[in-house]
């Protein structure tokens, strides 16, 4: 594994890796940032996923997420979107291909290859970052967008694994809308009944979540129509699941939005991982 | 003037706003933070400005400022760093012509028409952000390396216009320093009687602040060398000069660092000037 970059921050380490992936089969980079007190003692972690066109930079650089991880004592980790490089399929539009994975794995060409996030997330990420100095075993997840989305599908479909949820803005209902549809169909073929277990709202009406969960959303998002929060809240609330689903009075669909609220979410997973 | 953008942040709205400037002679952007106090009442503002190669948006996006901006109840503005433009004299390196523009007046041509960022920033912009609606009458200032320069040196030839002075990772003596000597000599001439004017270090020595002041370096800054922060340092304790000199471990000279102590820069201007 290779260290891109090492710059402090808040006391701890901001690091950025890349390493050769099985997984996806090419070369991916993730950031990790340590707080100092990983300096310590193992610390808990949350992994924020990314939404589309992002690589791992864009939280790291502009989320805010290391003041509020340095406070309350817990790692972060900021994995890219897709796989990516010269030989890996893309395509021309924005949403679908490179920085565009929707945390699944591709069953279908040209995509099979390549397009594998969700083992990529779950198993291999997981098991390089378990194996850091200074990680501990309390693992709580997060993301924004399509990555609030992978957030909220991984963490149900893997409850063992993670103590702790949230989303900012996630697609909520990807079967029913086109940032969802045209993915899962590209990736993952025809058959409808196989999306269903990529899709928050069905997953929390099948399954529910082990914990609570907080999910944020901005009321001037300019993609509240491909978001349908409404989805999510109404089956959070139908399945008495318990959480908090927050309307934010005129946040839009920007880092200024995952920004404002950054420390609250940072708050909510060390309370349940510490 | 016209608004490229706006997003809600912290409760507050971060705009950027496109104008034409009579001291450069061509359109500028730059961007102003309103905290939510901004609704109520008049607020101080703090002038960030920035580094080398940097324009409005890196410190604005990076920076974090905003959560801080609205917890102290104080506006931030966020210039940028040069004049730009097809029409506009431009060199192949990254710290001469556009993007470093060092915060004077240029004499000499090419760069004699638009390089005007003293100006710029001392009349032209003052005088737009205090008619904005939300602005009041106290002003801060700071800024990180080439713009760390520019904060200490337009104050101390200012003293009536700023109440409260910052720097993060100044570029301290640059007439003693490759970062300044060469777009010292390139913009302003050969006689270097009239760099003094721009070298913090001198000014201080000559002129002192009213104030007290607040320097924050990282001790790891891959920049040292030109940065030449022992003699700002040492001027400052000679002249007995209030304020505090922080070398801050382990930091280097990135956003990271910028960062970490956006949080204390702002308060220490917040309670100076509210």
Known sequence: METLAKNRSFG??????KHRSEACGCDMTFAVYLPPQADLRP???????????????????????????????????????SPRGDGVADDDAYDLGQGAGFYVNARRDPWKPHFRMYDYIVTELR????GMDGIGTAHGIT???MGGHGALTIAMRNPDMFDSLSAFAPIANPTRSDWGRKQFS????DD??????????????????????????????????LLKPEALAQTMAAKRQPGAFRMQAGYDHSYFFVNSF?????????????
């Open 12 to 17: 701890g380490v901001q690091s950025v890796y």
């Open 127 to 130: 098991g390089i970052v378990q």
């Open 43 to 81: 610390v808990p972690v949350l992994w924020f996923l990314s939404g589309l066109t992002c690589t791992h930079d864009n939280a790291m650089t502009k989320g805010g997420f290391q003041e509020h991880a340095a406070k309350h004592g817990i790692a972060v980790v900021f994995p890219d979107t």
């Open 186 to 189: 590209a990736y993952l073929g």
């Open 192 to 225: 409808e009944g196989c999306w269903a277990g990529h899709d928050s709202t069905l997953l929390l009406e099948e399954r529910g979540w082990k914990g609570d969960m907080l999910i944020d959303q901005g009321t001037s998002d300019q993609f509240l129509d």
């Open 262 to 274: 950054a420390g609250d979410h940072v708050a909510w997973h060390a309370a349940r991982l510490t």
């Open 143 to 145: 993301g924004h967008s």
